[in-house]
């Protein structure tokens, strides 16, 4: 049968995290693994009143069929929360909802990619993103993150050797390293895209998560058209109601609308209409804060048992929002060998070879600190440090 399969299969793997995630499926597993929010916070009451609320109101209209750009009043406010966090002026129109942001990844990847086009990514990236695009059989091309975002002298020499069509990044705590753009990055990169005929995706699912420092504008405040922005419902509400969503201008959007249509039609509007009403009834502002408190929090318990724990050669990212931090070990250590012996220990993370596209850095690892409470955390770091001192007295720099 092998031969009936279309050749994009050939370019698609699974994913990484999903096959580590069985691993986590044993109880006495402590996972920093998965990309998950903290469970504690999704709004289990609230959205039960506001299904009940609806289903008494609206009736057998909510669960009918609906309109592939999305309900109205969801984009609307969507539209009102851009105007609200970054002053940019989003119309509902240029709005898109989609099954989660995945989603939007694959509608991008199906209007603008084929085969041998060029498409950059951060070094590294998001695994989820990598796996989208493979689809579509693209030339990938990588540039270096550094401390406040992408190496911009890479950038100008990548943009200038290469038809770059897009550029997918995430300014905001980067999934997997936690590292932001700074504000002069933003602009710097900008001035670059200006220059080419290259999309900007920014992908934001994190941006709301900060619990340090200020936040930055949207790359769209510096690019306007040439950036397409994708936001997410599953950080800060619930991941399984699988809302997202896709802000880009009407000449991408009516594209967008098409393979749309073709892949599902639209997303659930009963979860669209429970989200509204959600949200029409509490202040997501008010959930937010308590999120962005627990995750700083939970980040911070970490760093604080890496720096007592972990030998003073590995080093880490200090991400000021989002769900995930990034360790460094020595160079000549491989984060695939250390998670044989940490699944000894019963504890699991995602080696960091599965976010690169080109000559990947076996020495990293991304650790998730959304989804552990304080003593999980405490005890999955120590256990972790005991592989990692297991690793290095067992592996000899050459």
Known sequence: MTDLFAKRMDNVHKSFIREILKITENPEVISFAGGL????????????????????????????????????????????????????????????ITNGS?????????????????????????????????????????????????????????????????????????????ISYSEEKRHAVADCLKQHNTIFIEDDPYGELRFQGTPLPSMRHYLGDQCVILGSFSKTVAPALRLGWICANPEIM?????????????????AQRVVHQYLQEHDLDDHIALIQKTYGQQRNLMLQAITKYFPEEVSTTQPEGGMFLWVMLPEHLAAMDLLNYATELNVAFVPGEAFYVDKARPNTLRLNFSNANAEQIEIGVKRLAQAIKRLLSEKVPA
Do not use: C, W
Not at 157 to 167: E, G, M, S, V
Not at 255 to 270: C, G, I, T
């Open 102 to 178: 995945q989603q939007a990844l694959d509608l991008l990847g199906k209007i603008f990619i084929d085969t041998g086009d060029h498409v950059l990514l951060e070094r590294p990236s998001y695994l989820g993103a990598i796996q989208s695009f493979s689809l579509y059989k693209p030339q990938f091309h990588q540039v270096e993150l550094m401390e406040d975002g992408v190496d911009i002298e890479a950038l100008t020499d990548l943009l200038a050797q290469h038809p770059i069509k897009l550029f997918y990044g995430m300014p905001n705590f980067q999934n997997p390293s936690g």
């Open 254 to 270: 009516e594209k967008l609308l098409v393979v749309k249509q073709a892949s599902d039609l639209h997303s659930n509007y009963f």
């Open 37 to 96: 929010p903290h469970p504690d916070f999704f709004p289990v009451k609230a959205i039960a009143d506001a299904t009940e609320h609806l289903l008494k109101k609206e009736g057998s209209t909510v669960l009918q069929y609906s309109t592939t750009e999305g309900y109205l009043p969801l984009r609307e406010y969507i539209a009102a929360r851009y105007k609200k966090r970054f002053n940019i002026t989003i119309s509902p129109d240029e709005i898109l």
